[in-house]
Protein backbone atom coordinates (compact mmCIF):
# COMPACT_ATOMS: atom_id res chain seq x y z
CA UNK A 1 0.00 0.00 0.00
CA UNK A 2 1.52 3.66 -0.55
CA UNK A 3 0.02 7.25 0.46
CA UNK A 4 -2.36 7.09 2.97
CA UNK A 5 -5.55 5.05 3.66
CA UNK A 6 -8.30 5.05 5.58
CA UNK A 7 -11.00 2.21 6.78
CA UNK A 8 -13.75 1.23 6.82
CA UNK A 9 -14.44 3.84 3.23
CA UNK A 10 -18.45 3.68 4.55
CA UNK A 11 -19.82 3.20 7.61
CA UNK A 12 -23.53 3.85 9.25
CA UNK A 13 -23.60 3.74 12.73
CA UNK A 14 -26.51 4.79 15.77
CA UNK A 15 -26.19 7.22 17.90
CA UNK A 16 -25.54 5.30 20.69
CA UNK A 17 -23.11 3.13 18.86
CA UNK A 18 -19.11 3.21 19.47
CA UNK A 19 -16.79 2.74 15.95
CA UNK A 20 -13.48 4.14 15.05
CA UNK A 21 -11.81 5.34 12.00
CA UNK A 22 -8.67 4.25 11.43
CA UNK A 23 -5.83 6.11 9.02
CA UNK A 24 -2.36 4.91 8.09
CA UNK A 25 0.25 6.80 5.78
CA UNK A 26 3.27 4.87 4.47
CA UNK A 27 4.60 8.27 3.64
CA UNK A 28 6.99 8.48 6.71
CA UNK A 29 5.84 11.99 7.39
CA UNK A 30 5.70 13.06 10.80
CA UNK A 31 2.32 15.09 10.96
CA UNK A 32 -1.20 14.17 10.59
CA UNK A 33 -4.18 15.76 10.74
CA UNK A 34 -8.07 14.84 10.99
CA UNK A 35 -10.55 16.64 8.87
CA UNK A 36 -14.07 16.82 8.49
CA UNK A 37 -15.99 18.00 5.23
CA UNK A 38 -19.72 18.11 4.81
CA UNK A 39 -21.26 19.40 1.76
CA UNK A 40 -21.19 23.16 0.76
CA UNK A 41 -18.57 23.83 3.52
CA UNK A 42 -14.92 24.44 3.71
CA UNK A 43 -12.67 21.44 4.88
CA UNK A 44 -12.73 21.74 9.09
CA UNK A 45 -9.31 21.17 10.81
CA UNK A 46 -10.10 18.85 13.44
CA UNK A 47 -6.92 17.64 14.84
CA UNK A 48 -3.16 18.60 13.95
CA UNK A 49 -0.51 15.44 15.86
CA UNK A 50 3.10 15.87 15.89
CA UNK A 51 5.65 13.42 16.34
CA UNK A 52 2.94 11.62 18.12
CA UNK A 53 1.80 14.61 20.24
CA UNK A 54 -1.52 16.29 19.51
CA UNK A 55 -0.65 20.42 19.13
CA UNK A 56 -4.22 21.19 18.15
CA UNK A 57 -7.66 20.79 18.90
CA UNK A 58 -10.25 22.62 17.00
CA UNK A 59 -12.95 23.18 19.40
CA UNK A 60 -13.98 19.35 18.23
CA UNK A 61 -16.62 18.01 20.88
CA UNK A 62 -15.93 15.20 23.25
CA UNK A 63 -17.69 12.22 21.45
CA UNK A 64 -14.78 12.51 18.76
CA UNK A 65 -11.50 11.53 20.01
CA UNK A 66 -8.12 11.04 18.59
CA UNK A 67 -5.41 8.61 18.77
CA UNK A 68 -2.17 8.69 17.68
CA UNK A 69 -0.19 5.02 18.70
CA UNK A 70 2.57 5.82 16.55
CA UNK A 71 3.78 8.20 13.40
CA UNK A 72 2.27 6.21 10.72
CA UNK A 73 -0.99 5.57 12.43
CA UNK A 74 -4.05 7.82 13.61
CA UNK A 75 -7.53 6.90 14.68
CA UNK A 76 -10.45 8.50 15.32
CA UNK A 77 -13.19 6.75 18.35
CA UNK A 78 -16.46 7.90 17.78
CA UNK A 79 -19.37 7.36 20.53
CA UNK A 80 -22.85 9.15 21.11
CA UNK A 81 -22.89 11.57 17.37
CA UNK A 82 -25.40 13.32 17.00
CA UNK A 83 -26.91 13.10 12.93
CA UNK A 84 -24.94 16.76 12.33
CA UNK A 85 -21.72 14.99 12.74
CA UNK A 86 -22.80 13.00 9.18
CA UNK A 87 -20.05 13.74 6.75
CA UNK A 88 -16.89 12.94 4.88
CA UNK A 89 -13.51 12.45 7.00
CA UNK A 90 -10.49 12.97 5.87
CA UNK A 91 -7.18 11.49 6.83
CA UNK A 92 -3.69 13.71 6.10
CA UNK A 93 -0.11 13.81 6.92
CA UNK A 94 2.67 15.92 5.63
CA UNK A 95 6.67 15.91 6.19
CA UNK A 96 6.47 18.45 9.01
CA UNK A 97 3.23 20.21 10.67
CA UNK A 98 1.07 22.33 8.98
CA UNK A 99 2.90 21.98 5.67
CA UNK A 100 0.42 22.78 2.97
CA UNK A 101 1.71 19.72 0.60
CA UNK A 102 -0.65 17.39 2.37
CA UNK A 103 -1.51 13.85 1.15
CA UNK A 104 -4.89 12.77 1.49
CA UNK A 105 -6.47 9.78 2.14
CA UNK A 106 -9.70 8.67 0.04
CA UNK A 107 -12.25 9.36 3.43
CA UNK A 108 -14.61 7.76 5.15
CA UNK A 109 -18.24 8.61 4.46
CA UNK A 110 -19.84 8.46 8.06
CA UNK A 111 -23.92 8.53 8.23
CA UNK A 112 -25.59 8.45 11.41
CA UNK A 113 -29.09 7.42 11.91
CA UNK B 1 -12.68 37.85 10.24
CA UNK B 2 -10.18 35.76 8.65
CA UNK B 3 -11.81 34.55 5.20
CA UNK B 4 -10.77 32.46 2.03
CA UNK B 5 -13.43 33.03 -0.98
CA UNK B 6 -13.81 30.69 -3.93
CA UNK B 7 -15.60 31.72 -7.11
CA UNK B 8 -17.79 30.64 -9.29
CA UNK B 9 -19.56 27.95 -7.10
CA UNK B 10 -19.72 26.01 -10.56
CA UNK B 11 -18.33 26.50 -13.48
CA UNK B 12 -19.47 24.37 -16.81
CA UNK B 13 -17.05 24.57 -19.56
CA UNK B 14 -16.51 23.01 -22.98
CA UNK B 15 -13.93 21.18 -23.91
CA UNK B 16 -10.53 23.26 -24.89
CA UNK B 17 -12.72 26.43 -23.65
CA UNK B 18 -10.34 28.37 -21.38
CA UNK B 19 -11.13 30.33 -18.00
CA UNK B 20 -9.94 31.14 -14.82
CA UNK B 21 -11.31 30.15 -11.00
CA UNK B 22 -10.55 32.52 -8.18
CA UNK B 23 -9.55 32.58 -4.68
CA UNK B 24 -9.62 35.50 -2.54
CA UNK B 25 -8.25 35.49 0.59
CA UNK B 26 -8.53 38.18 4.34
CA UNK B 27 -5.80 36.96 6.04
CA UNK B 28 -3.23 39.33 8.05
CA UNK B 29 -0.50 37.08 8.13
CA UNK B 30 -0.26 34.99 4.96
CA UNK B 31 2.50 31.91 4.97
CA UNK B 32 0.97 30.39 1.61
CA UNK B 33 -1.75 29.23 -0.65
CA UNK B 34 -2.37 25.92 -1.86
CA UNK B 35 -4.62 24.74 -4.68
CA UNK B 36 -5.96 21.02 -4.47
CA UNK B 37 -8.21 18.99 -6.82
CA UNK B 38 -10.99 16.59 -5.20
CA UNK B 39 -12.46 14.31 -7.35
CA UNK B 40 -15.89 12.33 -6.17
CA UNK B 41 -15.70 9.56 -3.54
CA UNK B 42 -11.98 10.51 -3.04
CA UNK B 43 -9.65 13.24 -0.72
CA UNK B 44 -7.93 16.18 -2.31
CA UNK B 45 -4.47 15.57 -3.96
CA UNK B 46 -1.99 18.79 -3.51
CA UNK B 47 -1.22 20.56 -6.87
CA UNK B 48 0.70 24.03 -6.52
CA UNK B 49 2.02 25.95 -3.60
CA UNK B 50 2.42 29.75 -3.95
CA UNK B 51 4.14 31.71 -1.10
CA UNK B 52 4.92 35.23 -2.46
CA UNK B 53 2.77 37.75 -4.67
CA UNK B 54 4.03 37.69 -8.47
CA UNK B 55 4.58 34.05 -8.01
CA UNK B 56 3.40 30.92 -10.75
CA UNK B 57 3.27 27.60 -10.87
CA UNK B 58 2.42 25.41 -13.97
CA UNK B 59 1.44 21.49 -14.66
CA UNK B 60 0.15 20.72 -17.85
CA UNK B 61 -2.67 22.52 -18.42
CA UNK B 62 -3.00 24.33 -14.93
CA UNK B 63 -1.33 27.63 -14.02
CA UNK B 64 -1.98 29.06 -10.24
CA UNK B 65 -1.02 32.68 -9.90
CA UNK B 66 -0.67 34.24 -6.69
CA UNK B 67 -1.24 38.90 -5.96
CA UNK B 68 -1.79 40.46 -3.02
CA UNK B 69 -5.25 39.80 -2.56
CA UNK B 70 -6.31 36.62 -4.20
CA UNK B 71 -5.09 32.93 -6.74
CA UNK B 72 -6.42 32.43 -10.00
CA UNK B 73 -5.99 29.01 -11.39
CA UNK B 74 -6.49 29.06 -15.23
CA UNK B 75 -7.47 26.29 -17.24
CA UNK B 76 -6.02 25.77 -20.90
CA UNK B 77 -7.80 24.40 -23.07
CA UNK B 78 -9.59 22.14 -20.53
CA UNK B 79 -10.27 18.37 -21.21
CA UNK B 80 -13.35 16.07 -19.42
CA UNK B 81 -10.54 14.53 -17.01
CA UNK B 82 -9.89 18.16 -15.88
CA UNK B 83 -13.47 17.70 -14.29
CA UNK B 84 -13.43 18.01 -10.61
CA UNK B 85 -13.84 20.28 -7.36
CA UNK B 86 -10.83 22.67 -7.42
CA UNK B 87 -10.18 23.71 -3.60
CA UNK B 88 -8.14 26.72 -2.44
CA UNK B 89 -6.59 26.78 0.87
CA UNK B 90 -4.27 29.43 2.82
CA UNK B 91 -2.23 28.91 5.18
CA UNK B 92 -2.01 31.98 7.92
CA UNK B 93 0.53 33.04 11.03
CA UNK B 94 -1.21 33.77 14.27
CA UNK B 95 2.52 34.85 15.36
CA UNK B 96 5.63 32.61 16.81
CA UNK B 97 4.99 28.91 15.11
CA UNK B 98 1.22 28.77 15.37
CA UNK B 99 0.02 28.66 11.79
CA UNK B 100 -3.43 28.18 10.90
CA UNK B 101 -4.92 26.35 7.59
CA UNK B 102 -8.07 27.62 6.28
CA UNK B 103 -9.87 26.63 2.82
CA UNK B 104 -12.63 27.84 0.63
CA UNK B 105 -15.36 25.62 0.01
CA UNK B 106 -14.31 25.11 -3.35
CA UNK B 107 -15.08 25.21 -7.02
CA UNK B 108 -16.77 22.20 -9.38
CA UNK B 109 -15.76 22.27 -12.36
CA UNK B 110 -17.57 20.30 -15.28
CA UNK B 111 -16.35 19.98 -18.82
CA UNK B 112 -18.06 18.85 -21.16
CA UNK B 113 -16.79 17.03 -24.32
Known amino acids: ETGVTQTPRHLVMGMTNKKSLKCEQHLGHNAMYWYKQSAKKPLELMFV???????ENNSVPSRFSPECPNSSHLFLHLHTLQPEDSALYLC????????????FGPGTRLTVT | EDQVTQSPEALRLQEGESSSLNCSYTVSGLRGLFWYRQDPGKGPEFLFTLYSAGEEKEKERLKATLTKKESFLHITAPKPEDSATYLC??????????????FGTGTLLAVQP
Open chain 1, 92 to 103: ASSLQRLEAEQY
Open chain 2, 89 to 102: AVLENYGGATNKLI
Open chain 1, 49 to 55: YSLEERV
